[in-house]
């Protein structure tokens, strides 16, 4: 009885199937964000983002070419690869 | 002086003289040699080849899964020198951290990932398998085999280094990568000749293109040198277009002709078109690459010269380059027709890998078409066409060595790992994105190539914006390889843990299986087979009748 307890345990706690309306929230958590930062900038017009206009000038000058747009989706790639041997190589 | 005729003729009797040895051996020394190769692959290598599994086929799937990852970075190298030529300064940022490299620099180091990284090390992983399975045994050491991939990786990792700094610190890092390179491939050639020395049954061609592809590049260097070619220009390109025509042209024909048999389920469709396809290789230079034989020359660390050929050599060159046009049409269209079997279609376009071949044999006659006009000009030193060398070897690169060579990769790789690729759909969508990618994107680059030279031509002083505007559209469309190629990895990688085992693989390619078929005139098993039915589908015969018909009454 244990023995399958525990296993019951551990498919209950990871989540063995993927409802479809998860992506639904995570497309309304996006979208909500979204919302939020353009709500900002109307109700507090002129004022720069509280943070991200602090790290943005950091980037002034490195990020300045289109090519960076692609490279980086090709680290996303290089990333996903890597985060693709890792979870599959542990998940069993 | 004419430099072709008599460096081909010593590569002819140096082939000659290896088959020779390969069918009869070396008499009393057999036993001695082979025991002593054994010795060299396994034992002296010491604890390293404990490091390593010698389980069957993980050689194979190793070499294959490496050189999946060097199509991905291939592809970002050529990706970002193909940006650079329309925008120069836009990786400037990164000269903070010691590194400018321009567009020259990231296509040659793309071209190395790509051909010795991603195509190389995905036509000898696929040989590895298929050449044990032709002979009817096992290969002689997966444990070396699998250990070297470790040593080319490392090379084809260096020979990239040296396309962006040629000489780090007094030494050559080229020839450097080249020497490891050269370590890995006696090894892979020893063992493959060990495995068809213990062969149980004659080896069908396929397997002897695959093993003339091996020795055919050691030897193609071995004649020059003997011939005394290898300082003068001519000597130069043809070492380059030798190896082109033997370990690339001859590995990717032997692994892709099996693949396309075994994949489809078809009988090669003619065993004389594979026979041509070997002999007129072996014979005949294959004009496909580049002009500029600068790679050959800087692996082998040789003093570069101009290509000033003698009348002699401009005719042999270009009647021994036109004649490569029979091993090419020989082989693609065997391998298309035995795609599709006694049909109009290919049956099976699910299966992974089959789209790739089919695209790359497509490919193949207009790009070996389109190199001999470029390489008979550039061999007369006329260099009229020299401006779309760089981006036709690039087409050639792209739209045929690396489809069939990785299509041959995805139908082996299940073969030797037991498990199919995770996705068929992903793998389609990756396929599109790769073929699309890289047609579509040098054919733009192309175009811009042509508008550069009629302005040139003209002595127009200001540049086209329509150029800059179609390298950009180029590389932007090019980036769909990048795309393809990163979906190809994370498919195959996923595919081993979780992909679908062959030995619970289902007869039909669908899910939609008919519970009846109607039989309505005299069929194959194969054709009843092919349109979905499986075991319990019931044939269900239709009686048909001569008498004429009337019209249907309303």
Known sequence: MSDQGSSQITEFIQGEKEPQSSSVVLALGVVASLSFLLLYGILYPGREMPVVSELLPMFEGVFDSGIWFFLLGAMLGIFAIIGTILTEATSE | ?554
């Not at chain 2, 080249?178 to 493959?192: C, E, K, P, Y």
């Not at chain 2, 680059?445 to 002595?459: F, G, P, Q, W």
Request: net charge negative.
């Open chain 2, 1 to 554: 002086m004419s430099e072709i005729i008599p460096t081909l003729a010593i590569f002819w009797l140096l082939m000659v003289v290896s088959f020779i040895l390969m069918k009869r051996g070396l008499s009393i020394f057999n036993d001695v040699a082979k025991g002593m190769v054994m010795f060299m692959l396994e034992k002296a290598l010491g604890p390293a080849i404990d490091f390593v599994q010698g389980k069957p086929g993980s050689a194979s799937r190793t070499w294959i899964m490496h050189g999946m990852i060097w199509a991905m970075l291939a592809s970002i190298l050529t990706f970002a020198g193909l940006w650079l030529s329309h925008d120069s300064t836009a990786l400037h940022s990164l000269g903070a951290w010691g590194y400018s490299p321009d567009s020259h620099e990231l296509m040659y180091a793309g071209r190395f990932a790509a051909l010795f990284g991603a195509v190389g090390m995905m036509v000898i992983g696929a040989g590895l398998h298929v050449v044990p399975t032709l002979s009817g045994t096992n290969l002689a050491s997966e444990s070396n085999a699998t250990l070297v991939s470790g040593l080319w990786t490392l090379s084809v990792l260096i020979l990239v280094i040296g396309a962006h700094a040629k000489e780090i610190l007094g030494v050559d890092i080229i020839v450097l990568g080249t020497a490891l390179q050269i370590l890995a491939m006696t090894a892979i050639i020893l063992n493959q000749l060990l495995t068809i020395s213990n062969a149980t049954r004659p080896i069908a061609i396929p397997g002897w293109l695959i093993i003339f592809g091996l020795i055919g590049n050691p030897l193609a260097v071995v004649s020059v040198f003997l011939s005394g070619a290898y300082g003068t220009g001519v000597g130069q390109w043809l070492v380059y277009h030798m190896i082109g025509g033997t370990f690339f042209f001859c590995g990717i024909a032997g692994v892709s002709l099996y693949a396309s048999s075994m994949g489809s389920g078809n009988p090669l469709w003619s065993r004389t078109l594979v026979g041509f396809t070997l002999f007129g290789a072996l014979i005949s230079i294959n004009p496909m690459g580049s002009t500029d034989p600068s790679m050959a020359v800087d692996m082998l660390g040789l003093e570069a010269s101009e290509i000033s050929s003698s009348t002699q050599d401009h005719i042999s060159g270009s009647f021994l380059m036109a004649l490569a046009m029979i091993p090419v049409i020989a082989y693609s269209s065997n391998l298309l027709v035995t795609l599709r079997g006694t049909d109009a279609f290919v049956e099976n376009a699910d299966s992974p890998g089959i789209a790739e071949m089919n695209m790359g044999a497509w490919m193949l006659i207009p790009i070996a078409i389109g190199s001999l006009f470029v390489q008979t000009d550039a061999l007369g030193g006329a260099g009229e066409l020299s401006g779309i060398s760089q981006t036709l070897d690039l087409l050639s690169l792209w739209a045929v060595l690396m489809p069939l060579s990785l299509g041959t990769a995805l139908y082996v790789f299940p073969q030797v790992s037991g498990r199919k690729v995770l996705s068929v759909s992903r793998s389609r969508a990756a396929f599109w994105l790769m073929s699309g990618g890289a047609v579509a994107g040098l054919t733009f680059t192309i175009m811009a190539d042509l508008n550069d030279m009629a302005l040139i031509e003209s002595l127009a002083e200001n540049p086209s914006s329509i150029t800059e505007e179609l390298r950009i559209l180029g590389s932007v469309t090019f980036y769909g390889t990048v795309l393809g190629s990163i979906f190809h990895c994370t498919n195959l990688i996923s595919g081993q843990f979780r992909g679908e085992k062959l030995s619970e693989e289902v007869e039909s390619s669908t899910s939609l299986s008919p519970h009846t078929y109607e039989l309505t005139s005299s069929t194959s098993v194969r054709r009843i087979l092919a349109s979905g039915a499986t075991l319990d589908t019931e044939v269900i015969p239709v009686s048909q009748s001569e008498e004429a018909g009337s019209a249907t009454e309303l």
